[in-house]
């Protein structure tokens, strides 16, 4: 997610009591007594001994293609193990389409639905349906939640080296006010020239509502 939207939602989280430790590798994992014990090395900050009850491993996707016998068709993986495909679900045997966490493209419920019913048309009906993944908004519901759609500010300033964003608190947004819940932010990215909305990211209360109308800008 943006950088700042990122920062905003740690501050919270930290404001809850939470300690979130970033830059850290695991070196050796106990299980002393029945809790959990972890030796971690954080960058700049040596080695530290954390202890708890309970450990949750949530260190991102791995691609399970392993023993579906893609190498015997011809279909080509990507370096992380996942099903390349083009804009109209094809892998690189024309015949055959992959849709869902497989491909590795956002990894949302929806989408595979979406490209699972894109495939199929695209399929038996021949009808060049392709997705714009840059129009599908994704919510995680923390608290305060977080919200996202379309490209980043640093994703488009890497690639254009110019853009006209701006950022609000929710402190100076009059509903959020209202309802006495002024916790997070609202950013905007905008193309300088044309003045298209390229992207929104926001973290505070109902982010995931408030991001279906940024969808439709």
């Given at each position: 997610f943006d950088e700042m939207v990122a920062r905003e939602l740690q501050r919270h989280l930290e404001d809850e009591g939470i300690t979130i430790i970033t830059g850290t590798s695991v070196k050796e994992a106990n299980k002393p007594n029945g809790a959990v014990e972890l030796l971690v090395d954080i960058k700049g900050k040596g080695e530290r001994r954390l202890s708890a009850e309970r450990l949750l491993i949530a260190t991102g996707l791995k691609a399970n293609t392993?023993?579906?016998?893609?190498?015997?068709?011809?279909v080509e993986l990507d370096g992380k193990g996942f099903v390349g495909i083009s804009d109209l679900m094809q892998t690189s045997q024309k015949h055959i389409y992959a849709a869902g966490d497989v491909t590795g493209l956002m990894p949302l419920e929806t989408v595979a639905a979406k490209q699972g019913n894109i495939a199929a048309l695209n399929m038996f009906e021949n009808a060049g349906k392709t997705i714009n993944y840059l129009e599908i908004p994704q919510a995680v519901f923390t608290s305060p939640e977080v919200a996202s759609i379309g490209m980043t500010e640093e994703e488009?300033?890497?690639k254009y080296n110019v853009c006209l964003c701006r950022t609000i608190s929710f402190e100076h947004v009059e509903k959020a006010a209202a309802?006495?819940?002024?916790?997070?932010?609202?950013?905007?990215?905008?193309?300088?020239?044309?003045?298209?909305?390229?992207?929104?990211?926001?973290?505070?209360?109902?982010?995931?509502?408030?991001?279906?109308?940024?969808?439709?800008?």
């Open positions: 392993g023993d579906m016998g893609l190498e015997n068709a011809g488009y300033m890497a309802i006495k819940d002024t916790r997070g932010l609202i950013r905007m990215v905008v193309d300088p020239k044309t003045m298209q909305v390229i992207g929104v990211h926001l973290v505070g209360p109902m982010a995931a509502d408030i991001i279906t109308t940024a969808a439709y800008a």
